[in-house]
């Protein structure tokens, strides 16, 4: 049995549920961001997803390299707004 866990206020078998609506693009904004959040917080899912376990994986190396560009693109702002002030 799936070991469910609550992270971001979504159960693993909710995002579980809903993982096939979310790569179809037919969830609206606000749970598409539950689900994300949830992802990259939750290794159960990615070990315990049966066949969305490789999709899990996929959505946190996803959210992962995201994440690294935002905050370079932060910094690089950042820097640019303390030199001009
Ligand atoms: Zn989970």
Redo the contacts with the bound molecule.
Sequence with gaps: MLPD?E?AGLK?SE?LEHLSSYFDGELERERRAKIEA??SG?D??ARFGGRFADAVKALQRTLEARTEVDAGVLERLRRRLGAEL
């Design positions: 866990r992270v693993c995002v949830h992802v939750c159960v899912c």
